[in-house]
């Protein structure tokens, strides 16, 4: 009866060490997975962050000469202003 226990015991040993190895075969599988997710994860962030800095060019070209003429506006009607108050 003892050897059968032994070799009952070896079994198991050898059940275990199989599930160990299978569940070793799965986690490898999930972080693959999880990798090649990031990944794509990175490569939209980088897409994305592409695009808001193209954006953001198209924004400060538009906006930047708009911006120029209202301050050299402003400055001409602070100037005739300050004229119309002078004469007073």
């Not at 003892?2 to 059940?15: D, F, G, P, R």
């Not at 972080?31 to 897409?47: D, F, N, P, S």
């Not at 060019?57 to 005739?80: F, R, T």
Request: aromatic letters at 2%.
């Amino acid at each position: 009866m003892e050897h059968k226990t032994s070799q009952e015991s070896a079994t198991n040993v050898n059940n275990h060490i199989a599930l160990v190895e299978t569940e070793i075969e799965r986690a490898s599988g999930s972080l693959l997975e999880y990798k090649y997710a990031i990944e794509g994860l990175r490569q939209e962030l980088t897409v994305m962050h592409e695009k808001a800095l193209i954006e953001n060019g198209h924004i400060e070209d538009n906006l930047c000469p708009q911006l120029v003429n209202l301050e050299k506006n402003l400055k001409s009607v602070i100037a005739q202003q300050k004229d119309s108050n002078a004469k007073c």
